[in-house]
């Protein structure tokens, strides 16, 4: 027993030798940070951490646009988003054919989208006008004087379908279109000269083209050609 004191004792003694605390006798000097120094670290956004630095909330258009985006997400993601893409895309190429199918063969389905003429010299509506009632030479004779050769075509062009219609070589009715009025001279030789001042007026009127008036007296000598072969 008293062996075993004695080795215990030993042992504590080495462990304490072991744990025993070292000091630094070293000599330190203490530095110190000037306030300017603080001072300009304090005025840097990335050394604020203060609570009260929040984000800043978003505008109500901001979060509008946000919530838009997530609908057209979440509608997208579903089969009935898809479905509705495809029937969007078939209607505009399906609106696209028969708008072009109108251009070309009957140019006067889209008269009710024109303007009626405001000016009041003239005793007529550019759209609701009739052959037989308008005095041409009168009317053509105005539209060039106020430099407006986009009608003075139109009516140039409404003057032949009238003379076309007292020779009996066409059928004139108000609701008919510019090509069915060529499909009726097809028979005849006067079918490529009348095509082509159709296609001339068809680019001039619908196309809403501004004529100066050397290409104004081109066009209209080509109608007065036609006029003699009549």
Do not use: C
């Amino acid at each position: 027993m008293r062996y075993f004191i004695i080795l215990l004792f030993f042992i504590s003694s080495s462990v304490s030798a072991q744990f025993r605390p070292v000091y630094d006798s070293s000599s330190i000097t203490a530095k110190t940070i000037s306030k300017d120094t603080i001072n300009k670290y304090r005025s840097q956004d990335a050394f604020r951490y203060s609570t009260k630095d929040k984000a800043q909330t978003k505008s109500f258009f901001e979060r509008l646009w946000d919530w838009l985006w997530e609908k057209y997400y979440d509608l997208m993601g579903q089969e009935a988003g898809n479905t509705l893409i495809k029937i969007l895309l078939w209607t505009i190429a399906i609106l696209g054919v028969v708008y072009f199918i109108l251009r070309i063969i009957g140019m006067d389905a889209f008269a009710f989208f024109q303007k009626k003429n405001k000016d009041g010299s003239l005793s007529y509506e550019v759209l609701d006008e009739n052959v037989h009632t308008i005095n041409f030479s009168e009317a053509i004779e105005n539209a060039v004087s106020q430099r407006n050769y986009r009608l003075a075509v139109r009516l140039q062009y409404l003057q032949t379908l009238k003379r076309l219609t007292d020779k009996n070589y066409i059928n004139w009715q108000p609701n008919k279109s510019n090509r069915q009025y060529v499909h009726e001279l097809a028979a005849s030789s006067l079918t490529t000269s009348f095509n082509s001042l159709t296609t001339e007026f068809e680019y001039v009127w619908y196309g809403e083209m501004q004529l100066a008036p050397q290409e104004y007296e081109i066009i209209s000598n080509n109608f007065k050609q036609f006029y003699n072969r009549l």
